[in-house]
């Protein structure tokens, strides 16, 4: 039987007090060269997180526990609910029995907005795209990516998927977590999220770029997952002009990144990468 004992810290993020429990130490098995032995393994804590919304549930996300303002902040705009931080008047991170409340609230003359966006879903989307109540609103029409005249070097990708192994401290402690980063051009990677979730860790880096004002213009993003369509969607709604993952993309994924004028890159290896749009972008 696995038994999980004491919660350990990764390190101080942004809920410090729920920083101590992202993993636990678990008594395993392990086997090899036909021999059995029982050691102790680190492994990465899974929480359910509920975004409420002025006192509604909006997702439940199985998710870890940490960075959850950034959360709240990337949640809320990659869905489309708010277009500025200030349009949130106050976030409460309320710890339950078995999990974690998120309580949003809007600045009032956002809420309507969010209730016709809200309109539009079933309810949970905890799993990327489902939840969603219809077609029409799985695929929704985002704004092309307004771009500057910035163009990445093969070197930069390379660098950036270098240094995002060196960065995820969950990751490699659990081998069982998600990365998301920003590569800025000339200073390399500023900022890394982590989750057990491959569009949470993506939400919790946009939470932190956008409460900061970012300007995602400036870099791009990379990511330790696919290419797939609600990874394509947020970063597209944030305004990241180049998406970089080490797996490969979805065929609607790329239709979307053409339509949103992006920059796709998958596959990304010590020595190779594919561009599957905006190839002109990469010198």
């Avoid at 993993?23 to 086997?31: F, L």
């Avoid at 059995?36 to 997180?49: C, D, G, L, M, Y």
């Amino acid at each position: 039987m696995t038994i999980l004992k004491k919660a350990c810290s990764v390190e101080e993020k942004t809920d410090s007090k729920f920083s101590d429990t992202v993993h636990v130490d678990a008594e395993v098995v392990s086997a090899s060269d036909g021999k059995r032995q029982q050691i102790e393994k680190t492994v990465a804590e899974e929480v359910p997180i509920a975004l409420s919304y002025d006192g509604t549930t909006q997702a439940v996300l199985m998710a870890s526990p940490d960075d959850l303002r950034d959360f709240a902040y990337g949640f809320s705009r990659t869905e489309e609910f708010i277009n500025d931080p200030d349009e949130i008047e106050n976030i409460d991170i309320v710890p339950l029995s078995r999990g974690i409340d998120v309580q949003i609230a809007l600045r009032v003359d956002r809420r309507d907005a969010f209730r016709k966006r809200r309109r539009s879903m079933a309810g949970p989307v905890g799993c990327g795209l489902c939840g969603i109540e219809s077609i029409d609103a799985a695929m929704r029409e985002i704004d092309k990516v307004k771009r500057t005249d910035i163009h990445f070097d093969r070197d930069e990708i390379f660098n950036a998927a270098r240094e995002i192994c060196g960065k995820q401290i969950l990751n490699n402690a659990t081998r069982a977590v998600h990365a998301a980063a920003f590569y800025e051009k000339n200073k390399g990677i500023i900022a890394v999220r982590e989750d057990v979730g491959r569009h949470n860790a993506l939400d919790k880096l946009c939470g932190h770029l956008f409460l900061n004002r970012k300007d995602v213009s400036s870099g791009f993003v990379v990511v330790t997952s696919r290419l797939s369509v609600e990874m394509v969607q947020k970063a597209a709604v944030l305004g990241v002009s180049t998406l970089v993952a080490v797996s490969a993309a979805t065929a609607e994924a790329i239709r979307i990144g053409q339509k949103c004028n992006m920059t796709l890159i998958g596959r990304t290896r010590e020595n190779d990468f594919e561009i599957y749009c905006g190839k002109e972008w990469i010198i």
